[in-house]
């Protein structure tokens, strides 16, 4: 089968395409024919290094798939050949068949293609977690969303809608607001795209706290750091929660005396923890979401396909910061 392989560390030009054998499907796994891989930051980071998880190469990037069930592991129950299915998270899913957990392997509705399957659990996933398990956002709340069109940033503006709140999008280019206005941002701010000096940042503050109105946000969800993060902090409402869901931009430092001032919480996000240890919990998410995808109150937002052997170039979209919401691999 075809893979596209990362044999050193390196940016998405190092990836190659090649022939090796397929994957068997041990106990309690599933393979699965893939159709669609989502692209997502940590392909970018894990080709080189610089992801938590560090798979032993050669190894495809590619940590969310969807396509057809096609051979199952012993021990496998409430799967059968030739379901339709997403799986995530998976390791090596721009391949044209991947192994993993049937616990990370959900059927899927006949109404939904194998792309927007594919763009789905990681980023929305990640996004229910954050808003309710950690943050509690409630409707009315005032929800501030850097990064807003990127891959978690626009799965928490359509969650945030579908929840009640008020969400104000936050993002670098007025291309990628007027993608999260039509997912239902009520407002919307541009920040610069570089490193903020602190004119700038106290610039940007004040825009937020303008936006965000007298109470300030009362939820922020920061998949981007770098500069960003304690611009916007300073905008958080008296007893806020920030959400730590990514670094993008870079790891940030915080003067904690500003959540004294705020008497707010700063609350960390790990998804793929989250999962493992809750598994029951996990799985009510996901009932939840494709129930939300069938109602149409959330819609992953593909906006680029690129075929298999161009995933490098998918992979690069990410990294340039070029990408609105999802870019999609798709797999004869
Ligand atoms: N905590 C968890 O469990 C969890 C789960 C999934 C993902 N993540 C993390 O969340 C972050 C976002 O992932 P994603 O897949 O949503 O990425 P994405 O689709 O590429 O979106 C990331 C956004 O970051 C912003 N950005 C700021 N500086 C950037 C830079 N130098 N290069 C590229 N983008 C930059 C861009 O928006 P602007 O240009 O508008 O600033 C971009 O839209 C990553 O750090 C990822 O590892 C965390």
């Not at 050669?58 to 409430?78: K, N, Q």
């Not at 006949?110 to 996933?125: H, I, Q």
């Not at 903020?196 to 303008?210: C, G, I, Q, V, Y």
Request: hydrophobic content about 45%; glycine content about 12%; overall charge neutral.
């Amino acid at each position: 089968m075809r893979a596209l392989l990362s044999r050193r560390p390196g940016g998405p030009e190092t990836l190659e395409l090649d022939e090796i054998p397929e994957p068997a499907a041990g106990a309690g796994q599933v393979r699965v024919a893939v159709r669609a891989c989502g692209v997502n930051f940590p392909d970018l980071l894990i080709i080189q290094d610089l992801y938590q998880v560090k798979p032993p190469r050669p190894f495809a990037p590619g940590g969310e798939i969807s396509g057809i069930v096609d051979a199952l592991g012993t021990g496998v129950e409430g799967l059968r050949v030739g379901d339709r299915v997403l799986m995530s998270p998976v390791q090596g899913g721009m391949a044209q068949k991947v192994v993993g957990s049937a616990g990370n392997c959900w059927r899927i509705p006949d109404a939904m293609p194998f792309d927007d399957a594919a763009a789905l659990l990681l980023t929305y996933g990640t996004s229910q977690h954050a808003l309710t398990d950690r943050a509690q956002l409630k409707s009315g709340e005032t929800l501030l969303v850097l990064g807003a069109a990127g891959g978690v940033g626009l799965a928490a503006v359509d969650l945030g809608k579908a929840m009640g709140a008020r969400v104000v999008a936050a993002a670098s280019t007025e291309a990628k607001l007027a993608l999260a206005r039509e997912h239902g941002a009520d407002e919307s701010v541009q920040y610069p795209a570089g490193t903020l000096d602190k004119a700038a940042a106290r610039a940007l503050t004040d825009h937020f706290k303008s936006v965000c109105g007298a109470n300030g946000a009362q939820v922020i969800f920061d998949p981007v750091g770098g500069d960003y993060t304690e611009a916007a902090l300073r905008a958080i409402g008296w007893q806020g929660r920030y959400l730590v869901v990514g670094f993008t931009a870079g790891i940030p430092k915080l003067p904690l005396n500003l959540t004294l001032l705020k008497s707010c919480q700063i609350i960390g996000v790990f998804w793929g923890e989250f999962i493992a240890r809750q598994p029951r919990q996990h799985a009510t998410h996901v009932a939840a979401l494709m129930a939300l995808y069938l109602e149409g109150r959330i819609k992953p937002a593909v906006t680029e396909h690129f075929p298999l052997q161009r995933g490098m170039d998918a992979i690069a979209r990410l990294g340039a910061r070029d990408a609105r919401g999802k870019i999609v691999v798709m797999i004869d």
